[in-house]
């Protein structure tokens, strides 16, 4: 069982930056793609980035590309989400998912549907 955590979320003025974090406990990160997807109040949730177990594959949702960098750190069990120039339209729960992916080649990426492991999200609000 993989537990993953959030953090780094708050309240920021459009323009900022914020940068998310997500920690796993009970399994190690290394053989899992890992993703970051956000649900807006009233909206279903989306995809906005992810990354595969080797690091050697990202992919990002339109709206984030070119301002959104996610990142992850095995050493530290982690992946991070780095929001530069947020927009009020960012405003959203933000939520980690991993999946075990290994077999399937490092430059794999899991369809949003297949994450077996979420977190429980962390509250991103910008201010206009």
């Known amino acids: 069982q993989v537990h993953l955590i959030e953090s780094g979320g708050g309240l920021v003025q459009a323009g900022g930056s914020l940068r998310l974090s997500c920690v796993a406990s009970?399994?190690?990160?290394?053989?899992?793609?890992l993703g970051w997807f956000r649900q807006a109040p009233g909206k279903e949730r989306e995809f906005v980035a992810a990354v595969s177990w080797s690091g050697m594959n990202t992919n990002y949702a339109d709206c984030a590309k070119g301002r959104f960098t996610i990142s992850r750190d095995n050493a530290k069990n982690a992946v991070y989400l780095q929001m530069n120039s947020l927009k009020p339209e960012d405003t959203a729960v933000y939520y980690c998912?991993?999946?075990?992916?290994?077999?399937?080649?490092?430059?794999?990426?899991?369809?949003?549907?297949?994450?077996?492991?979420w977190g429980q999200g962390t509250q991103v609000t910008v201010s206009s």
């Open positions: 998912a991993a999946e075990q992916t290994y077999s399937r080649g490092s430059y794999y990426i899991p369809a949003p549907a297949d994450y077996d492991y």
């Open positions: 009970g399994r190690t990160l290394n053989t899992y793609a």
